[in-house]
């Protein structure tokens, strides 16, 4: 009790001398840096799954051949979930005389319940947002089919036996389906009027579905309630049937970022420890007179630990906030790349994560230190020069090491990842010391030839060897990865933009009937349209490998719904695309023609284990096709071409019908032209993806943008060790620049002096830093990013130059006042 | 000066002393081998007395003055500080009997700056556990003149004033013996001398056994006997 009310007492006025300050910026900027990461990587996780659920249009989707019973929609709304419900049947609309094969969805009040329906005034016009669903004797078709049958806005179409006026084209709904084949296009109705048409009769192919959507907890049981009641044949689909794929690649973006941010706290933490140094040695005449004045050696110790049990709680206050408001502006930033409009809310998890790092770093890099002021002898009153005894070794470094490794286990729990990322860090760590050590040892040499303000501050460097070597390390990571990301990102850049031309094509046309094939080709052309290649697509299921049924293997079991009992489309063809790459065995020859070849996307490959050699048997259309594996590719699917996971030699399977698909380049004038083509060829379903491509342009600069501002933290960090840095050789800096001044130096000569200093300093750690992230930047577009390394210049004049120059300036500011202060109230003292 | 008093303190002493030491050693170790800095010293001090000891510099007063108070262990003797054996105690069982019997003025002040003039001097009553802690403070601080200065922070108070502090702050507790080492070392003549005076006039009312150290003719005049310390032995 009374050591807390000395420690609060004192708290405000150990505020002013500095290290405080310095203690509680670096360990905010620590916390900011985790918790900001925290909480964006929770909220993208979060909108993600929701984006995953609108997939389904709602939470959970239960769908069966029959009607379903009224009791599950009771459930429901007893439970207060939100539900709707769809009839989905194919059916034939009609304008006039024309016709088209449609997916008919007539929907309740509600739908749908997750994601949203877009619309439009004309077919392939851009979609918007829109409430509600079709009025009673409404209907919205999709813009195939409204072209394809020739009708109009405000039209009418008929279904079986009703009429209907045309109030929307349907530009998009969330639940159509990720799969480009087998697609009729489709047509929203209210459910109220699927009595009139008639379409329902004994034997006709319907889908009954309902959707059930709301909060977490309570759908996870009406989840649980649902298996429990639905009967055969009814389907249940929730969010882990709807792309994990993404959920993954979430998680390891966010592992990624939370790495990132350790090199953050990791900075902070050589701060905190700097300025834990200092506070100790300003308080060791303190607690000697304390212990003098009777205080025991657990009181001194106990005054000392609140005060940084207080700090670190105000820094994990003022951390999360940092860490919120990087995080909010971030989310603003990439909020294009969400398909969800609104954020989902923050959890506090992360501001209990920001304490628990304030409080382990100040255990690992404070601590030790703190502890040296218990064991100060009493005598120190008498005699300035009797301090504690040195710490040992392993007491000063353990603990930092020990919170260090916890931090990164904490990151990348998987036991080989840590291994690789802690030696990873020793290493870097070492290497730059290294460099470094070499470095101020080669300038203190060359300091002979500059200036006499030069030469005291290169010396200065020397001399504070230790001070300048962690500094190097602790500037020379933070320039490295701001660095490293630059590079990154302009390369990243430049691929893109020579990948992703302006006339990629932005339209696939599916289904072309092999003898329209000539005629639709000839007519795009006449449309300007630019044309890819034109493959064939035959629908067909793996059934055996090596002759054993894919059905009683293990490996089939576990991909269930994935690669292997899928209905895959299969294409055959002559030649290698410029977006294909062989990676292991080799593309077919003329001569191979006609032999039973097959060529695997890696993807398809690798996640059903198969090898070059192995045999696959395929059912296509009810005969069996035997074919080896000849080779595998790598595919850029980026490159917007028709492209397949598998591909036959050629030879093999034109006897099997089939239907052609390709890509083409439409520029913006003639997209509305698409009508009457769709009237001409009404079987061949068009996809636009030209949203969807301007989307991943825009992804690539926001996600870099992000993933940058991040690393502002790394900045910011280097900022406090620099400060931190200063700080502890403040007193020492005060006391020669008034020697200084005495001898007759004028306050200009040590100023520049204390400018040389710095900036050799920073220029140091510019060039380290370029060399590293030129390594750096040559592994990851190699091994990561799968692109060519160029040398650049520019990182290593905005390393060398950046360092100096922001280094000079902050140890300018930092260390002004010690310049001015005349020599005498210095002497004096 | 307090002539009157000096006879009847000389004769309390024999009868009950508050401060003895026996055959006490300080050994420490150096480049050039074992280094003697207290050689075999034993004193007796009665209580209220006051003891100056003098000597040059180097001469191991300061030394001797860490033993006394138990800031410092002997490499061999006892200390018995109001009849207990500071050897048979550890660190924190001196601190603690430092808190309730002994006070310091130092020469170079040690003010805590994080701390108010006041707060300076209520630390060694709350660190005793008193509960009438800033009023006693309080009325110490009136008694050494800086009524006006309680708010104030070390580093707003003159060399003089914050010696008078730290002087409220040794006396505060009503110590058996307190100890200063060169208190007005760092002062000029005149401060000294008035805080020599405070020095004095305090420990004639509180009936404190004064040990202190100092080159001040002046203040050693004053004081009952002179101990001369010359290479670590009294003279
Ligand atoms: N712990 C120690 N280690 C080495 N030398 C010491 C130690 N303590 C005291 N001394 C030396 O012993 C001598 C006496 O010191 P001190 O007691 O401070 O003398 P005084 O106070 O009389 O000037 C000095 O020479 C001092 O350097
Ligand atoms: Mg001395």
């Known amino acids: 009790m009374r050591a807390v009310r000395l420690a609060l007492r004192t708290l405000a006025r150990e505020w002013r001398s500095g290290e405080l300050g310095v203690l509680l910026l670096a360990l905010a900027v ?44 009771d459930a429901a709304a007893h439970r207060g979930l939100r539900s709707s419900s769809t009839t989905t049947l194919l059916s034939v609309v009609f304008n006039g005389e024309a016709s088209q094969l449609t997916d008919i969805e007539a929907v309740t009040a509600g739908y749908p319940l997750r994601g949203r329906v877009l619309v439009a005034d004309a077919p392939f016009a851009p979609g918007v947002p829109v409430q509600g669903i079709p009025a009673p004797g409404e209907v919205w078709p999709a813009s195939k089919l409204l072209a394809a049958v020739g009708g109009t806005v405000g039209g009418q179409l008929s279904i079986g036996a009703a009429s209907f006026r045309v109030a929307h084209v349907l530009i998009s709904r969330p639940d159509q389906g990720g799969t480009f084949a087998e697609l009729s296009p489709s047509l929203i109705m209210n459910a109220v009027d699927l009595p009139a048409t008639r379409l329902i009769q004994p034997g006709s192919r319907v889908t009954y579905a309902a959707l059930f959507a709301g909060d977490r907890t309570r759908i996870d049981s009406f989840e649980g309630w649902l ?103 971030l989310l603003r930033t990439i909020r294009g790349l969400l398909a969800t409009p609104e954020l989902p809310p923050v959890t506090a998890t992360p501001i209990a994560v920001g304490f628990l790092t304030a409080l382990a770093v100040l255990t690992g890099f404070a601590l030790p230190a703190l502890t040296q002021l218990g064991r100060v002898p009493a005598v120190r009153v008498l005699r300035r020069d009797v301090g504690p005894p040195p710490l040992r070794t392993l007491l000063a470094f353990g603990p930092a090491i020990a919170v260090v490794l916890l931090l990164i286990w904490w990151m990348v729990p998987e036991r080989r990842l840590f291994l690789w990322v802690s030696a990873g860090l020793a290493a870097f760590v070492a290497v730059l010391a290294i460099a470094g050590a070499v470095l101020v040892a080669v300038a203190g040499r060359l300091r002979g030839r500059v200036g006499v303000a030069w030469r005291y501050g290169v010396a200065n460097l020397a001399r504070r060897r230790a001070e300048s070597l962690v500094q190097l390390v602790a500037f020379g990571t933070g320039i490295m990865v701001l660095l490293l990301l630059g590079i990154i990102r302009a390369d990243l850049n430049s691929d893109w933009r020579r990948t992703l031309p302006p006339d990629l094509p932005n339209y696939f046309f599916i289904n072309i ?44 079991r576990e991909e269930r719904g994935g690669f292997a009992t899928r209905e895959q489309n299969l294409t055959w063809t002559a030649e290698l695309g410029a977006d294909n790459r062989i990676v292991a065995g080799r593309w077919w020859t003329p001569a191979d023609s006609g032999k039973p070849l097959v060529s695997l996307a890696s993807e398809f490959q690798e996640s059903l284990g198969l090898q070059l050699g192995d045999r696959l048997t395929f059912d296509i259309a009810g005969e069996s096709v035997e074919a080896t594996v000849a080779s595998v590719r790598k595919v850029k699917w980026d490159s917007f071409q028709p492209n397949f996971f598998i591909v036959f030699a050629p030879g093999v399977l034109e006897g099997a019908a089939g239907t052609y698909l390709t890509s083409a380049y439409f520029s913006a004038g003639t997209a509305r032209s698409l009508a009457p083509l769709a009237r001409r060829f009404p079987s061949v379903s068009i996809f636009d993806i030209d949203e969807l491509l301007a989307e991943v342009r825009g992804v690539l600069d926001k996600a870099a943008l992000a993933v940058q501002s991040v690393f502002m933290f790394t900045l910011l960090a280097g900022f406090t060790v620099l400060l931190a840095a200063v700080q502890s050789s403040r007193d020492e800096r005060r006391y020669e620049s008034a020697m200084l001044r005495t001898l007759g130096a004028s306050r200009g000569t040590v100023a520049q002096g204390v400018l040389a200093e710095f900036a050799t300093l920073g220029a140091l750690a510019g060039l380290l830093a370029a060399a590293g992230a030129a390594v750096g930047a040559f592994y990851l577009t190699r091994e990561w990013l799968e692109l060519r390394y160029a040398f650049e210049l520019w990182p290593w004049l905005a390393g060398i130059c950046g360092g100096a120059l922001l280094v000079a300036a902050g140890g300018w500011l930092a260390t002004r006042s010690v310049v001015r202060q005349p020599p005498l109230t210095t002497l004096r003292a | 000066m307090n002539v009157t008093t000096r006879p009847s303190t000389a004769t309390q002493a024999v009868r009950d002393s508050v401060l003895k030491a026996e055959n006490l050693c300080k050994q420490v170790s150096s480049p050039e081998g074992l280094l003697t800095i207290v050689a075999d010293v034993s004193l007796e001090i009665a ?14 007063k300061s030394t001797l003055l860490a033993l006394l108070a138990g800031l410092d262990v002997p490499s061999a003797g006892r200390v018995l500080l109001d009849g207990t054996d500071l050897t048979g105690l550890d660190e924190d069982g001196r601190a603690r009997l430092r808190a309730q019997r002994v006070g310091f003025v130092f020469q170079s002040f040690h003010l805590i700056p994080a701390l108010t003039a ?39 108070l003159s060399g003089g004033e914050q010696q008078r502090v730290a002087i409220a702050r040794a006396f505060v507790t009503q110590p058996a013996v307190l100890f200063a080492d060169e208190p007005t070392g760092n002062l000029d003549s005149a401060t000294g001398a008035r805080v020599g005076e405070l020095l004095f006039e305090l420990n004639g009312n509180a009936r404190t056994t004064l040990v202190l150290v100092t080159h001040d003719r002046e203040l050693a005049a004053r004081c009952v006997r002179t101990l001369r310390m010359e290479a670590g032995r009294l003279a």
């Open chain 1, 30 to 73: 620590a916390v900011g840096a985790l918790t900001g990461v925290g909480f964006l990587v929770g909220r993208i996780g979060a909108a993600v799954a929701l984006q995953a659920v609108s997939v389904l249009g709602a939470d959970i989707r239960l769908s069966s051949p029959q009607p379903l019973g009224a009791e599950y929609l």
């Open chain 1, 227 to 329: 298996r429990a009641h639905k009967r055969a044949g009814e389907r249940l689909r929730d969010i882990s049937d709807a792309t994990p794929q993404v959920r993954n690649a979430v998680d390891r973006a966010g592992r990624f970022l939370s790495l990132a941010s350790l090199v953050s706290v990791l900075l902070c933490a050589i701060a905190v420890a700097m300025a834990a140094r200092r506070y100790v040695h300003r308080h060791l005449d303190t607690v000697a007179l304390l212990k003098t004045l009777g205080a025991t050696r657990g009181f001194t110790l106990a005054v000392a630990l609140l005060q940084l049990l207080a700090l670190a709680l105000l820094a994990a206050l003022l951390g999360s906030a940092l860490g919120f408001v990087a995080q909010e502006w």
């Open chain 1, 513 to 556: 009937p092999p003898d329209q094939r000539a005629g639709f080709i000839a007519y795009l052309h006449g449309l300007g349209a630019r044309t890819t290649r034109v493959l064939p697509m035959i629908r067909g299921r793996l059934i055996a490998i090596n002759g054993v049924s894919v059905e009683a293997t293990q490996r089939g």
């Open chain 2, 47 to 60: 209580r209220g007395e006051s003891v100056a000891v003098a000597g040059p510099s180097g001469a191991g």
């Open chain 2, 118 to 156: 006041l707060e300076n001097v209520m630390l060694p009553l709350e660190l005793a556990g008193n509960a009438e802690a800033r009023r006693a403070a309080a009325e110490t601080l009136e008694r050494v003149g800086l009524r006006e200065r309680t708010a104030h922070y070390p580093r707003q």
